[in-house]
C-alpha cells in the first residue's frame, strides 16, 4: 500500500499539478488510512473494499471528527481508488456512488480556444527546442493524450503520413487517436529538422527528448507548459492536463458524440468523460444569456 501511495501522490504533483500542500494533505489523510488497515491486518490495496472504507470512515465520525473533515478523507480516498482502478492495479473501485457530503466536485481546468492559439503559438520553431515544444503541445491539444502516454512514444508511434498515434494507456490498453493537420505538420518539422540535432544517439528511439538527448521527463513537460503559459499571459492556473482537458471540452462544444471523446481519451468508465458535458453545459448557458435579448432582463 505504501508504494502505491508514493505513486499516487508523485501523479498528484508531476501529471495533475497539484500544489505542494494540496499534496502534503493527501499524504496526511492516505497515511492515516493506512495506519487503519494495518491496524487490521490490510496490508495491501487488494485488501481495500466497500466495508474497509465505510468502518473508516465511521471511525473518523465517532473519534468527533467534523463532516467537513470526513469529507475531505473521503474526496482522498476516492481519488486514490480510481487512481488504483485507471493504473489497472484494483479491478472495480470500492468508492464508487459513496457520497460525500460537503463536498463539490471541482471541475478541471479549462482553456478557451483564443487561450489555446495564444499558448501553442509561443514556442519558436528556429530552433531544436523550439520545434519540439510547439510540436508537443500541438499534438497534446490535437489527440488529449495523458501526459504519461505522451512522453511515453517512440518514433513507430506515430504516422505523420496517415495521421494518427498509436498510444499506450492506463492499464496498458492500446489505442488510435487521429492527429490532425496542424499537429501533423509540426510533429514533421521537428522529426525532419529539429530531432537529430538533440540527439546524436541513432539508438534512442523516444520521440520526444530533452536538451540532453534523453526521453523526456513529466517533470520537464511541466516546466516546459507552465513557462509557455506565462509568456502567453495566461494568469489562471495549469497544469499539464489542461491541454487534455480543454481537447475534451472544445470537441463537445463542437458536436462530437461523448463515446467518440471517451475513446480518444482513453476513459474506461463513460461517467468520467461525462463530467466534461457539465462544463459544456455552463458555457452553452454563459452564451445564451450573453446572446439572448430577453434571457437576462430586469422585468421588475
Not at 495491501?44 to 471511525?59: K, T
Not at 460537503?102 to 471541475?107: A, W
Not at 478541471?108 to 530552433?127: I, K, S, T, Y
Not at 482537458?245 to 462544444?253: I, Q, V
Request: net charge positive.
Amino acid at each position: 500500500m505504501e508504494k502505491q501511495i508514493k505513486n499516487f501522490l508523485n501523479y498528484l504533483a508531476v501529471e495533475r499539478g497539484l500544489a505542494a500542500n494540496t499534496v502534503v494533505s493527501y499524504q496526511f489523510d492516505l497515511k492515516q488510512f493506512q495506519g487503519f488497515c494495518t491496524g487490521r491486518k490490510i496490508a495491501g490495496v487488494a485488501g481495500i473494499d466497500r466495508s474497509v472504507i465505510l468502518n473508516y470512515l465511521l471511525e473518523l465520525k465517532k473519534s468527533g471528527r467534523s463532516p467537513a473533515t470526513v469529507s475531505r478523507h473521503m474526496a482522498a480516498l476516492k481519488a486514490f481508488c480510481r487512481f488504483l482502478v485507471e493504473e489497472g492495479v484494483i479491478p472495480r473501485d470500492p468508492t464508487a456512488n459513496l457520497e460525500s457530503p460537503g463536498v463539490k466536485k471541482k471541475l478541471p481546468g479549462v482553456l478557451d480556444r483564443e487561450e489555446v492559439e495564444n499558448l501553442l503559438e509561443q514556442p519558436r520553431a528556429g530552433n531544436p527546442s523550439g520545434l519540439r515544444d510547439r510540436a508537443m503541445l500541438e499534438l497534446m491539444y490535437a489527440t488529449g493524450m495523458r501526459v504519461s502516454e505522451l512522453i511515453s512514444l517512440d518514433l513507430e508511434h506515430v504516422d505523420c503520413e496517415q495521421g494518427y498515434v498509436r498510444c499506450m494507456g492506463k492499464g496498458s490498453k492500446e489505442r488510435i487517436i487521429p492527429v490532425g493537420s496542424v499537429a501533423k505538420y509540426y510533429l514533421a518539422e521537428y522529426l525532419r529538422r529539429g530531432r537529430a540535432k538533440i540527439t546524436a544517439n541513432r539508438a534512442e528511439n523516444a520521440l520526444f527528448l530533452n536538451m540532453r538527448g534523453k526521453r523526456l521527463t513529466r517533470q520537464g513537460f511541466w516546466k516546459i507548459i507552465k513557462k509557455y503559459a506565462l509568456k502567453a499571459g495566461i494568469t489562471r492556473e495549469i497544469t499539464p492536463h489542461t491541454l487534455r482537458h480543454s481537447f475534451a471540452t472544445h470537441l463537445l462544444e463542437n458536436g462530437a458524440d461523448l463515446r467518440s471523446v471517451q475513446e480518444m481519451l482513453g476513459h474506461a468508465d463513460i461517467a468520467t468523460t461525462q463530467i466534461y458535458t457539465h462544463l459544456t453545459d455552463t458555457r452553452l448557458r454563459e452564451t445564451y444569456n450573453k446572446s439572448h435579448p430577453r434571457a437576462v432582463k430586469n422585468i421588475w
